[in-house]
């Protein structure tokens, strides 16, 4: 019988090509192959180097979401490029080519329009001892905005999504929502009469903005700034502080000027509607009140002073009508408030506060804030903008100070504010003496005591400040300006409310000279002007140019060179109306 045989096979498993784990750094350098063995590998015995293995790799390839963003970018790239060319097509079959087109309703905001090319004149009401008139000092364009249509090289700026830091591009950490695009490229372009603000161009308004604007209106803090403009959720205030923002920084920059009147249109009616939605609501946001007081600036520059007034005033109401939001009590406890919000509320209230004094001054109109307040100084910069929690004092405590004590030029220009606020109750004051026939000695007496505070407190400033570092800083050079035409000021008082008498005429003599001395500071001050970038000299320059000028008109008598220096003031107010048309819409106030 034929043995069976055994056909079952052996199942064994084949030898592993190399011991597993990773190779390691040595061999990997020389690219060859490692036997990774334990605990140093046959190479790095033989080479007598030290085995490392590293174990964490990370993955190859694209990272998540990255095609899927990509996608995303070249899909939005493709539709902005199609709309560009669909409104060049526009463009060309439009007459006018300079111009945005914008629906009739909007070429005008309660009659006021915008493609004014009306020459500006200034025009003070004074009139000279041979009955001429001081008219015409200075002749121009509007600037900016009012030059010019609002066309960006005659085609619309597109939004973008690629990536600025600090502004808004949502991710999911995936991709780009199609939802969160279309809602952020609407956002962008409604109500910008067809103009698209990008991301790069939010990056340049935003640090034009705090370039430009932040050292003479201080009061928004940086890095809660940029959070807000990432955050997709804003509120309107909030929203209505941007294009606020944005349109205070376009009007101080050459290269934006042509879209400012875009800016500008849809920042004002966006308030408006805002002001109407909040009719019979207890509070105003904090951002609603900035908004205003940026506006108005800016229509100070560029639109109109009446105008700017207006908005202004809007400003101060809204702030008295949530006056606890703003006042701070003798007792503050830094560390259970959140104080940068504190701060911001403080700083909006003083930026209102010089607004208030410096251009009531000019039309010697009532003031609407009283210095009698509970609201703190405002902290230095440096502590606001790096939240260092610091506790600074009142007003009262800053104007009574003997001591040379360097604050910031935010405070400076509070303390000078309320100065020349005191000199303007004082003349009010003075009518009221004038009407009712009270003795003339109240008038001297507050006069006096006013005039002493005045000089004390330019001696501070100078000695804080010396002349080179006022002449560098334009917001120290409008300081300096401001003390001076605060002495033209306190002359002009007793040379029309008083009627001094005999033994009085050696105290006049003294005022005498001392405003002919800070005329010529503000004339040599104001020949430093040239020296500066116009685009960031203060906004509220011409008003002590304006009263400095008119100095020079009513009492040319004080000495020969007059003329020259009057000149100097004029060209000096000839070269801010090619970025500001503040000085010819103050010469409607007669003093």
Known sequence: MPQSVDLSVKSSTPPARQNPGAACEECRRRKVRCDRQQPSCGLCLTSGVQCQVTTPRPPRGPKRGYLKALQARIATLEGTLLQQQQQQQQQQQNTSSDTITISPEDTTIDGLTFNDHTPLTWDFPITTDDGTALHDLCQGTAPGTASGGSSLDGGSVHASTSPIQGFETPTDGVGFSDTILGRKMSELSDGLDGINVSNL???????????????????????????????????????????????????????????????????????????????????????????????????????????????????????????????????????????????????????????????????????????????????????????????????????SARDSIVTSTFTESIVVATIIGRALSHRQ?????????????????????????????????????????????????????????????????????????????????????????????????????????????????????????????????LGDTYSKQLQDITEAMHGLMSFSNLGPGLNAYSR
Request: with cysteine; aromatic share 12%; glycine share 2%.
């Open 429 to 557: 004051e003075s009518v009221m003496d004038n009407l009712y026939l009270n003795e003339p000695q109240e008038f001297w007496d507050r006069h006096e005591w006013l005039n002493s505070a005045l000089i004390q407190r330019m001696e501070l400033f100078s000695m804080n400040y010396p002349v080179a570092v006022q002449e560098a800083d334009p917001m120290l050079l409008f300081i300096s300006m401001m003390w001076r035409t605060t002495v033209l000021y306190m002359y002009q008082l007793v040379k029309a409310m008083a009627h001094p008498t005999d033994e009085k005429r050696s105290v006049l003599a003294d005022y005498t000279r001392q405003s002919t001395i800070a005329a010529k500071e503000i004339v040599s001050l104001t020949n430093k002007l040239s020296q500066l970038s116009s685009l960031k000299v203060h906004p509220l320059t011409p008003i002590p140019l304006s009263l400095c000028a008119e100095f020079f008109v009513s009492y040319h008598e």
């Open 201 to 399: 161009m939010q990056a340049e308004l935003n640090q034009l903005y705090f370039d430009r604007v932040h050292s003479f209106a201080p009061v928004l803090h940086q890095r809660r700034y940029f959070s807000l403009a990432r955050n997709i959720a804003k509120t309107e205030a909030q929203s209505c502080l941007r294009y606020a923002m944005w349109t205070l920084a376009a009007s101080v920059s050459a290269h934006y000027q042509n879209i400012g009147d875009s800016l500008y249109r849809y920042t004002r009616r966006s308030l408006e509607s805002l002001d109407s939605k909040c009719m019979g609501l207890a509070m105003a946001e904090m951002e609603q009140v900035q908004a205003w007081l940026l506006l108005a600036i800016h229509e100070f520059m560029c639109v109109d002073f009446s105008r700017g007034w207006v908005s202004a005033g809007r400003a101060f109401r809204l702030i008295q009508l949530n006056w606890l939001q703003y006042s701070d009590g003798p007792h503050v406890n830094l560390g259970r408030t959140d104080w940068v919000d504190a701060e911001q509320k403080r700083r909006t209230f003083w930026l209102a506060y010089c607004l208030d004094r410096f251009v009531s001054v000019r039309n010697n109109s009532p003031m609407t804030f009283t210095e009698q307040n509970t609201i703190r100084l405002p902290a230095p910069e440096l502590d606001y903008q790096n939240e260092q929690p610091t506790l600074t004092g009142f007003l009262s405590d800053a104007i």
